[in-house]
């Protein structure tokens, strides 16, 4: 099968990343406890989906969307392992200090990802870039113990997660009508 056969698997990894960060944020914002909603929307969505998209996007040949989908998919099973875990008798319970250096280790893989969208549409710099913010916003506050800044940073991870939301709905509908249905701020 030639590569040019493929769907696009850009949508899925993107609604796996954004629904899961979506969820994931209106829970740091403060509306809503941790809950099995967001734990199995990061196993299943957020993860094992996202995993999948990047597969395929080595099969076409797309460095950039296979290490941004199969690390940001295994991202998502590893922040649910650190929840299960110790709760499962399996680990100590990670500190929020330590979570935080976990989250500013992301947060500099992102940026260096961020660097890679340069070329790429406006709306995919934007995921990229509010993400690397977040993943700032969401270090800082854990190891400084900042609960004001961890609100905050849900507020911003709702924003990031919608970009991610929007650009895959776009792609979508932007590929099944071949026009633009909704703009990305495409390159040339």
Known sequence: MQSSSLANPGPLGLLGFGMTTILLNIHN??????????LSMGIFYGGIAQFIAGLI??????????????SYGMFW?????????????????TSPEFL?????????????????????????????????VLFAL?????????????????????ICGASAFYLAVAEILNEQYGKTVLPIGQRG
Request: hydrophobic share 60%; aromatic share 18%.
């Open 100 to 132: 935080g250096v976990f989250l500013a280790i992301w947060g500099i893989f992102t940026f260096f990802m961020f660097l890679g969208t340069f070329k790429a549409n406006f709306v995919l710099q934007f995921v990229f870039g509010s993400l690397t």
């Open 138 to 158: 969401l270090a800082i506050g854990n190891i400084t113990g900042n609960a004001a800044l961890l609100k905050f940073a849900g507020f911003e991870g709702i």
């Open 77 to 93: 099973i590893a922040l649910v392992g650190l929840l299960f875990l110790p709760s499962m008798g399996l680990a100590e319970a």
């Open 29 to 38: 914002a403060g509306f809503f406890p941790l809950s099995s909603v967001i």
């Open 57 to 70: 996007e080595y099969k076409k040949g797309n460095t950039f969307g296979a290490t941004a989908f199969t």
